[in-house]
Nanobody
Framework: QVQLVESGGGLVQPGGSLRLSCAAS????????MRWYRQAPGKERELVAV????????IYADSVKGRFSISRDNAKNTVYLQMSTLKPEDTAVYYC?????????WGQGTQVTVSS
């Protein structure tokens, strides 16, 4: 069955870094666009970053440009989100998303908390 399993979340101080991973299985990963979303308490889910199926193009939300970097390893069926210079407002549950046409899959999310 399809699985997207996020990992790498945790508690980090402001200014720190984290790398999230999302391991995919059950579908042809290399043909899917991959996305990271996040949802803070009391807020709507927000698109953070997008990477094309072969990794040739990326898109970022204005709020994370220059601080976050999305990448993928199609040989490992894994997408990453490198987060640097973290701010308290980056605190949220981060979700991995796979999309191709009408097909869409979600992970269960990983909590990122930025606090001193």
């Amino acid at each position: 069955q399809v699985q997207l399993v996020e990992s790498g979340g945790g508690l980090v101080q402001p200014g720190g870094s984290l790398r999230l991973s999302c391991a995919a299985s059950g579908f042809t990963f290399s043909t899917y666009q991959m996305r990271w979303y996040r949802q803070a308490p009391g807020k709507e889910r927000e698109l953070v970053a997008v990477i094309s199926s072969i990794g040739a193009s990326t898109i970022y939300a204005d709020s994370v440009k220059g601080r976050f970097s999305i990448s993928r390893d199609n040989a490992k069926n894994t997408v990453y989100l490198q987060m640097s210079t973290l701010k308290p407002e980056d605190t949220a549950v981060y979700y991995c998303n796979a999309r191709r046409g009408e097909n869409e899959y979600w992970g269960q999310g990983t909590q990122v908390t930025v606090s001193s």
